[in-house]
């Protein structure tokens, strides 16, 4: 009883490593014919128009109506930023004071 399981183990391994091997032929993919130069040239001039074409229909975020926030960005000055910079270190600072956060600067 021993050796049977282990047998059948090894028996099992030897026939999955089978079913999944690369038969003759399928090891490779089938060579595919390589573009020319006229071809490539062709196709490069067919994506430079497409790209012209949909570059001049595409809307900019300001020229487009629907845009809600269009020109409602807010940039806070040099000493706003370091007003809001001061007020997050003190909160910080108090919280870790009593305790509710391990370390200060997060």
Do not use: H, W, Y
Not at 11 to 38: I, R
Not at 59 to 81: F, H, I, P, Q
């Amino acid at each position: 009883m021993k050796r049977i399981i282990p047998a059948s183990l090894v028996l099992a391994f030897l026939c999955s490593m089978s079913a999944f091997a690369a038969g003759p032929g399928e090891d490779q993919a089938l060579p595919s014919k390589k573009a020319t130069a006229e071809e490539k040239a062709a196709a490069k001039q067919e994506r430079k128009a497409t790209g012209k074409a949909v570059a001049k229909t595409s809307k900019a975020a300001g020229e487009d109506a629907t845009n809600k926030s269009m020109g409602t960005a807010k940039v806070a000055s040099k000493e706003e930023r370091k007003e809001a910079a001061k007020a997050r270190k003190d909160s910080a600072k108090s919280a870790l004071k009593k305790g509710e956060i391990s370390s200060g600067e997060k």
